[in-house]
């Protein structure tokens, strides 16, 4: 029995009209929680699960993150052609670690400075309108920090958004989700903080704090804009690459991201666990301002892909 069996018919009309309210605010990513009657805006939707059977052993993934679009130092070319040779290898899925979008303005003192659109409904309706159609796959993706800082900033989803807007885009979750591909357990995570002295050190540190008890085979870290490759027990992790040249900030640190993404092939055994992984690293040369003007300029005077 539903909640509705249980209300007079005019109650039912209520929550009914509730249910219409909460549906809308949902489509314009606004993330909310009522606990005990307080409603809370910006709540990361962290951990959540999404199951997909691809009804095969071997599997072949597109693995990128850091995308960053909106910025001036994005990387659509870079972006373009790893789609475009992802089809051509035949992979069974894109799986994005984070960060579509180059975030909020007032996330960092400057950054004002290194985006060419600015706000969430631009962020959104760019990359809504130039992130590469594959024509084989779907992309799963989480968001990242970037893109958190739209929840914090007015608690607007800006990545549910997206995926509200692209049938090809399949929403994951907000910094680190599960991503069950029929025997295979992966762990997408976009961690925040700056990176180590020695690139792997966080990454091994998250590796290690894994529930043993949700045997993830895969893990996927986004974030570091750095590419990186170990074993930790029975997780094969991946520290996955960016598409985006370097800014000031990284200029400022001394940092220089490597530019790609990366194609995987797993081979299953009948428990789940990986047999074999072999993963290449295509990696490009940065462009200067390698960004859609004519999309850029269009969002900035509100043109939206929804019309």
């Known amino acids: 029995m539903s909640l509705t069996d249980e209300l007079a018919p005019e109650q039912t009309s209520d929550i009914e009209r509730l249910e219409e309210l909460?549906?809308?605010?949902?489509?314009?990513?606004?993330?909310?929680?009522?606990?005990?009657?307080?409603?809370?805006?910006?709540?990361?939707?962290?951990?959540?699960?999404?199951?997909?059977?691809?009804?095969?052993?071997?599997?072949?993934?597109?693995?990128?993150?850091d995308t960053h679009q909106g910025?001036?130092?994005?990387?659509?070319?870079?972006?373009?052609?790893f789609y475009?040779?992802?089809?051509?290898?035949?992979?069974?899925?894109?799986?994005?670690?984070g960060d579509a979008t180059q975030g909020s303005h007032r996330m960092h003192l400057g950054m004002e400075l290194e985006l060419h659109a600015y706000g969430a409904d631009a962020q959104v309706d760019y990359v809504a309108a130039t992130y590469p159609h594959s024509r084989r796959a779907k992309t799963?993706?989480?968001g990242g920090n970037h893109d958190d800082s739209f929840l914090k900033d007015g608690g607007v989803n800006v990545v549910r958004r997206i995926c509200d807007m692209r049938d090809d885009f399949v929403y994951a979750g907000q910094d680190a989700a599960y991503l069950q591909l029929g025997p295979l357990r992966i762990y997408m995570v976009h961690p925040d903080g700056g990176g180590s002295y020695a690139k792997s050190y966080k990454p091994q540190k998250i590796a290690?704090?894994?529930?043993?008890?949700?045997?993830?085979?895969?893990?996927?870290?986004?974030?570091?804009?750095?590419?990186?490759?170990?074993?930790?027990?029975?997780?094969?992790?991946?520290?996955?690459?960016?598409?985006?040249?370097?800014?000031?900030?990284?200029?400022?640190?001394?940092?220089?991201?490597?530019?790609?993404?990366?194609?995987?092939?797993?081979?299953?055994d009948d428990a789940g666990r990986i047999a074999r992984l072999a993963h290449e690293f295509v990696s490009y040369t940065p462009l200067a301002d390698d960004w859609d003007?004519?999309?850029?300029?269009?969002?900035?005077?509100?043109?939206?892909?929804?019309?």
């Open 208 to 268: 290690e704090s894994l529930p043993l008890e949700e045997q993830v085979r895969l893990l996927l870290l986004g974030h570091y804009h750095v590419y990186g490759s170990f074993r930790q027990k029975d997780t094969h992790a991946l520290m996955v690459p960016c598409f985006q040249s370097q800014y000031a900030w990284l200029a400022r640190k001394a940092l220089h991201p490597d530019i790609g993404g990366l194609i995987v092939d797993i081979y299953l």
């Open 140 to 142: 799963y993706i989480i």
């Open 22 to 65: 909460v549906a809308g605010l949902h489509a314009q990513g606004i993330d909310f929680r009522v606990d005990r009657g307080r409603v809370t805006v910006g709540q990361p939707d962290r951990d959540r699960e999404t199951s997909v059977d691809l009804g095969k052993q071997h599997i072949r993934l597109g693995i990128l993150s």
């Open 293 to 307: 003007n004519a999309a850029s300029l269009a969002v900035s005077r509100g043109w939206s892909p929804h019309g």
């Open 84 to 97: 475009a040779y992802g089809d051509k290898r035949k992979v069974d899925a894109f799986v994005h670690v």
């Open 71 to 81: 910025s001036r130092f994005e990387q659509l070319t870079a972006l373009r052609s």
